[in-house]
């Protein structure tokens, strides 16, 4: 599958990306948003061993800049029945240009049409306000809140949300 937007090619994570991976898995791990989720690998191995088990899916899709061809994120989907749950993540040299709303809102479109998608759900930290602002940007309404953690001694509020598709 490969989709294309005005600024982006979309297609299916290859095990042979992992190396954008790992600059992707970097970036974020240094990133304030870092505490609302687990760490990703920055390790070749691991990486290389993450990277793999994500394409294998087949609900991971890699976003690439057209113009330069550099993969600047990724965007996945974990799927139960006809509900598909969101998640993401952007290299930060990437954010604030519209790339995640423009591959995101492509990606649900496909689902939709060609998958017959019937909702989504997503969660991010309440404290994210970029990532509640592109949710409900995109559609999505904030159905409740929930204290989080991942470790017993760091927790946060996060929000679920949720897109129905009529």
Known sequence: MRLETNRLD??????SDWQEMKNIFIDFNNSKYAVYDMPLPTEDEQAKALTKRFADSNLFFAIFLKESNNMIGYVCFHKSGDIYDL?????????????????????????????????????????????????????????????????????????????KIK
């Not at 979309?10 to 095990?15: Q, V």
């Open 10 to 15: 979309i297609r299916h994570l290859n095990e």
């Open 87 to 163: 998640g993401y993540c952007f290299h930060s040299a990437y954010h604030s240009n519209g790339y995640a709303y423009e591959s995101i809102n492509s990606l649900i479109k496909y689902f939709v049409d060609e998958c017959g998608a019937m909702g989504f759900t997503a969660g991010t930290a309440i404290d994210n306000i970029p990532s509640c602002k592109l949710l409900e940007k995109l559609g999505f309404v904030c159905t409740s809140t929930e204290t989080v953690s991942f470790d017993n001694v760091f927790s946060f509020q996060g929000g679920n949300y949720e897109l």
